[in-house]
């Protein structure tokens, strides 16, 4: 009989479950419009050229216009020259280029800076003029736009060296920022040893401080070392409890540090720590149901079923009806199993068929219905709002498939985007006529179209996924149920049998109160204060 939990896959990976979970909205990071944000001299990098011409009047009146923050006509005048319009030297054209970037982005057409200041990055292998002046902006549009923009991405085109002119004091923050993310897209491509570094040298006083301490415990992860990412952890932990800025939700970000500590713990067998650690997430906090069944498997190893099977009980009471724990029935029919209460263990198993045996197909059907990706984003975003045709007993299913914050995010960029589209209908005709506006409204397109093909294609993974863990549960329940019959014939193998329980004065199986504890038997009502406190004694039946 084969045993899996869903612990399986986050214990290795970690990241899974954050995805993200520790990005900073746009709403927190804003930034004042009319200010211009330049801590470093600008066209001063360390690969920029002497300027090789005069600039032309457009160039200079756009400049002029620029500096009395009149960011819609400099704007257009940036793009003039960008186009070679003006006759400008290609060292003035080059200075056109990162204007134009900074006015998109005091005009709040964040995708279209994006595009221009990714043109910059890539130029000859950073060999653009503005490319190290780039960085700073690169830093004010992460906080701007969602994480699936990919700013990340653009940052790891920089060395760490050159981050260095934004080691000073009037641009701490800056260079802290940087560093992070820097480490993140280090973290992407694998490299943890450069990402651990970077993410260590983020100050404790940085806004951004508690996110690079998490990425560095899901890098030790990543590396395999589990006492250097609890050690992460309980930074976030500590800092958190002395008031550190940055953090929009101190209280889910405290539990979800106890929630992978709990995991790591969990993965290198330290169950008493893990079971400890769960029990530190908050009752209130989104991720309580996760701690309480992945717990419960702590309890099932330490053969301390009362409290595993109570914690069951919580996951299927009727306060969590929404809730989509399956394994947890599996799980259940285990614990009767390794008891040897063949009935009880098939009574369940019953439950299990009853009420998930039939989804699987029934959820197959829409994964046919909107069979690509555009039409699959529309089937998600009907989910989220709650316009989804969906039968009552398969919405918290799909809700629960489809609600991660990774997935989340990817809907917050297509919305970002759909502002902009907004906001540059609502310019003055001149601006939209113009090739500057014809421009914005590629960029957004293109960008827009790419977001919402990604969001697809991650929504259907994460349905697809939900199948492929029905199917593995129901083919999990079919092998308890052989193991079942083979019990009763007395033919169950050698490792089975050393697996059940024969100690039937097992400590652990035992309910009984102390000075702070009554026993008061289950009558079949939920008691809200209640939930997470359940017991179900239970008797081993082996050997009898």
């Not at 970037?101 to 200041?117: D, E, I, N, P, T």
């Not at 953090?247 to 893990?274: C, F, I, K, P």
């Not at 977001?451 to 308890?480: F, K, P, V, W």
């Amino acid at each position: 009989m084969r045993r899996r939990s869903r612990l399986g896959g986050v214990l290795v990976m970690l990241g899974a479950l954050l995805g993200t979970t520790v990005s900073t909205s746009a709403s927190a990071q804003q930034q004042p419009n009319n200010a211009d944000m330049t801590f470093a001299p600008e066209g001063q990098d360390q690969n920029a050229a002497p300027a090789d011409g005069p600039p032309s009047e457009a160039m200079a009146n756009a400049l002029r216009l620029y500096q009395q923050e009149r960011y819609q006509e400099s704007c257009v005048q940036f793009q003039r020259v960008v186009e070679n319009e003006t006759g400008d030297a290609p060292a003035q054209i080059q200075k056109a280029q990162f204007h134009l970037g900074k006015c998109l982005y005091h005009l709040r057409f964040y995708q279209s800076a994006l595009a221009v200041f990714d043109e910059i990055v890539d130029h000859q292998g950073g060999r653009h003029l503005y490319f190290g002046s780039t960085l700073q902006w690169l830093a004010q549009l992460a906080s701007q736009l969602p994480e699936p923009a990919d700013i990340i991405r653009r940052v790891g085109r920089y060395s760490p060296d050159q981050l260095n002119q934004f080691n000073n004091n009037e641009s701490r923050d800056l260079y802290n920022h940087l560093l992070y993310l820097l480490g993140r897209a280090k973290y992407n491509d694998g490299n943890f040893e450069e990402a651990v570094n970077l993410f260590g040298q983020v100050q404790r006083n940085s806004t951004w401080y508690v996110q690079a301490q998490f990425f560095m415990g899901i890098s030790h992860v990543r590396n395999h070392r589990a006492q250097p990412a609890i050690d992460s952890f309980q930074r976030i932990q500590d800092a958190l409890n002395e008031g550190v800025r940055g953090v929009e939700d101190v209280g889910r970000m405290n539990d979800l540090a106890w929630l992978e500590r709990a995991r790591l713990y969990y993965s290198t067998r330290h169950y008493d720590s893990a079971v400890e650690a769960w029990n530190r997430v908050n009752v209130d906090s989104e991720y309580w149901l996760d701690s309480l069944f992945e717990e419960s498997w702590a309890y099932y190893l330490q053969q301390d079923y009362a409290r595993a099977l109570g914690n069951i009980h919580t996951l299927n009471s009727p306060y969590f009806n929404t809730a989509f724990y399956p394994e947890s029935l599996v799980l259940k029919s285990v614990i009767f199993f390794s008891n040897c209460q063949y009935d009880d263990a098939e009574t369940v198993i019953a439950q299990f068929n009853e009420r998930y045996g039939d989804l699987r197909p029934e959820l197959s059907r829409y994964l046919q219905q909107y069979g690509d990706n555009n039409a699959f984003f529309r089937f998600l975003k009907d989910v989220r709002s709650g316009n989804a045709s969906l039968p009552a007993r398969l919405r918290p299913i799909v809700n629960s498939a489809l609600s991660d914050r990774t997935l989340l995010r990817n809907i917050e960029y297509v919305n970002v985007l759909e502002a902009e589209e907004r906001r540059l209908q609502g310019m003055p005709t001149a601006f939209r006529n113009s090739t500057l506006g014809a421009r914005v409204l590629q960029d957004i397109s293109v960008a827009k179209s790419f977001a919402t093909d990604q969001a697809g294609d991650l929504a259907r993974g994460r349905y697809q996924r939900l199948l492929d863990e029905l199917q593995d549960l129901q083919n999990q329940s079919t092998a308890i149920l052989i193991e079942i019959l083979n019990g009763r014939r007395g033919n169950i193998s050698a490792q089975i049998a050393g697996e059940q329980v024969r100690n039937i004065n097992n400590a652990a199986a035992r309910v009984t109160a102390d000075e702070e504890h009554y026993l008061w038997p289950f009558n079949g009502e939920y008691w809200r204060d209640e939930l997470g406190f359940y017991r179900q004694q239970i008797a081993s039946r082996c050997g009898r």
